[in-house]
């Protein structure tokens, strides 16, 4: 089993602050969504994904490094269920701008305390960083610095995390979510495809991501957007100066990404 004492330390959360209640859950989500980015550097790479708990333990702790959402989320399940949280698995469809993603491939969390069940997502590198109630969200949405969020049951079998979309003034789709408990062993399609399949958004480039107190830094192969307090600014990336931008903006120590090489 993995020293999950080590991420406590990693992450910088208050010791002794034990009890399994919503102001722990947001405490541990806050804090690993401050330190942890979201990012598909072994994927562009082309080596293996941390799967394990001891795999990202190192990953993450080590190697000041984060993951995407089947690293990310299968590890802090774990990480709760450590802390004596109630955590599972549910599978979920993308709306990306193009459309439907493939099918259940994306992992998120359901966190039960006192009967009250909450999504908690921190591997979709677009979510609050805290959790959202399943039941009962309000209409209005939950605000986080970066928007505001909402979900919302589509039947009794779906629900739609959803985000309000200022330019639009409209909710918008991040995902829709299976409300039926899964196992890692469910997502071997989504991760085959996300690890291999050009058609995987993963696969054709580069994305990491990490909260802010202020916002959100976001980079790809082309351009670093930091949103600061509402404000954008976007600096263009190229292989003179992204390791310098992973070091700045996402903590990550100075490494070769394979996508710069071309």
Known sequence: ????????????????????????????????????????????????????????????????????????????????????????????????????????????????????????DIGFGDMPKFALLLHDCPKKGMHDVIGDYRVVFVDEAHYDVEKWSETEDEWKIQYRALYEPKTLDDFAKGIDFNQHNPKSPFVKGLLITKATEAGRHTMTERHLTVLSEGKKTILDVNAGNYETFLSKYFGIPKMKISTFDT
């Open 1 to 120: 089993m993995a020293d999950f004492q080590r991420l406590d330390q990693y992450l910088e959360v208050e010791i002794g602050k034990e009890a399994v209640d919503l102001t722990t859950l947001n405490h541990l989500i806050r804090h690993y969504m401050l330190h942890v980015p979201f990012e598909d550097i072994n994927v562009q790479n082309g080596w293996p994904l941390a799967l394990t708990d001891d795999a990202m333990m190192h990953k993450v702790v080590d190697e000041h490094r984060g993951g995407f959402c089947y690293e990310m989320n299968y590890f802090f399940k774990h990480y709760l269920e450590y802390k004596g949280f109630k955590a599972e698995a549910m599978s979920a469809t993308v709306m990306s701008p193009n459309g439907w993603a493939l099918e259940g491939s994306h992992m998120s969390l359901i966190v039960t305390i006192d009967k009250v069940e909450y999504v908690v």
